[in-house]
């Protein structure tokens, strides 16, 4: 997973895993980024989802 092919993705949320994948980093980066709410997610129940637009507009060059 990339954040080239996340940007193309019609998915509404992506797991801890995709996001660390794009990011080249430890899945547990993300949980820490996660827990320390610089990076949005949405828990259900025990799955911990990141919106994935919003997760995207992180990293985007030029916000609007």
Request: glycine residues 4%; positive net charge; aromatic residues 4%.
């Amino acid at each position: 997973m990339t954040i080239e092919k996340l940007r193309e993705s019609r998915s509404v949320v992506i797991t801890r895993t995709e996001a660390a994948q794009a990011l080249g980093v430890d899945p547990r980066t993300v949980t820490a980024g996660v827990e320390n709410h610089t990076i949005p997610s949405v828990r259900l129940g025990r799955r911990v989802l990141i919106p994935r637009e919003k997760f995207l507009r992180l990293f985007d060059p030029d916000p609007e």
